[in-house]
């Protein structure tokens, strides 16, 4: 059972500047449904691709095949998105970190089906988040501490309910203490001040959304 490594996920929503994601050599890559074409562009081949493959054309699919890649093929009618379906596939391979590259903007829809994937009960013990290498986005615990630069914006979402108890460090903006609702718009767009900010809170989830500044994203390039 894999424990250090991790597994990317590359969906097929919008990709602004694919180069800014940050790959790691020893990545297990998942091509999900269309996201190969991401994948593709940045010169890398997938471990495993799964969906219903409407978005794969039936030779890039024997191409992945003859370079050694697991498929994992699904009826179109499903209960699951493809996105879900490579997630079920990362943790039922041993993955406990895991993050989804490109699986945001184009379809409201579908960003709105991904990000609630955040929610699972089952993730408790993973390590989930969404990363294009320009922005992240993830479900706090109970306290964290990230690494930022100055102007680098930081978005705190309440979700599923109120979040409680906020308190952060590092940004223009402070909570002490504080309650979100959601309802509310209080907690976008904060800004880093800093190389680093922190958040704590208590009842409640809270969705963290992490805009980076392009300068850094490159200095972060492998």
Wanted: hydrophobic content about 35%.
């Amino acid at each position: 059972m894999a424990t250090k490594k991790r597994a990317l996920l590359f969906a097929n929503g919008e990709a602004r500047s694919p180069y800014r994601l940050r790959l790691l050599p020893d990545d297990y890559r998942i091509a999900v449904d269309g996201g190969l074409r991401h994948l593709r562009g940045l010169g890398l081949q997938p471990h495993l691709l799964v969906g219903d493959f409407d978005s794969v054309s039936a030779a890039e699919l024997e191409s992945c095949r003859q370079e050694g890649a697991e498929v994992l093929r699904y009826p179109s009618q499903k209960d699951q998105t493809d996105l879900e379906l490579a997630l079920d596939a990362a943790l039922t391979r041993g993955y406990r970190e895991i993050v989804i590259a490109f699986g945001l903007g184009g379809r409201l829809d579908h960003s709105l089906g991904n990000l609630a994937l955040l929610s699972r009960p089952d993730l408790k013990e993973v390590s989930l988040r969404f990363d294009d290498g320009e922005t992240e986005v993830f479900l706090a615990g109970a306290s964290f501490r990230a690494a930022c630069q100055p102007g680098d914006i930081v978005s705190l979402l309440p979700w599923n309910g109120a979040a409680r108890d906020i308190t952060t460090t590092g940004l223009e903006y402070p909570l002490k203490g504080e309650t979100l609702l959601p309802w509310q718009t209080r907690g976008v767009s904060n800004l880093c001040t800093g190389e680093e900010f922190s958040v704590s809170h208590g009842q409640g989830g809270l969705l963290v959304i992490h805009q980076r500044q392009e300068d850094v994203i490159q200095e972060n390039k492998t």
